[in-house]
């Protein structure tokens, strides 16, 4: 049986190939897939991802910031989403 893994990556740039800030996992394969390492980025860049066998489903939309606003709190921008697909 096939399940959905999902990885977003949050970089520091618009860029697949800028340095990882954040990041979220969500196992769909309820542990049976393959884990990702706890606590540090499991990939340093998006690119890492997609060398190994991540595929990219969502790229962030330009994001444009308004003058003023530099120091307001809001969502992370540069979000990637990715996915792969496990047996289990």
Not at 62 to 86: D, K, M
């Amino acid at each position: 049986m096939e399940r959905q893994q999902v990885l977003y990556l949050w970089l520091a740039e618009g860029a697949l190939d800028t340095n990882t800030i954040a990041w979220a996992f969500h196992d769909g394969s309820s542990g049976d897939g393959p884990p990702l390492a706890e606590g540090e980025p499991p990939y340093a860049t998006g690119i890492a991802a997609l060398e190994d066998g991540w595929f990219l489903i969502q790229s962030p939309a330009p994001h444009l910031f308004q003058p003023g606003a530099e120091h307001g709190t809001s969502y992370l921008p540069n979000e990637f989403v990715f996915e792969r697909r496990v047996l289990v």
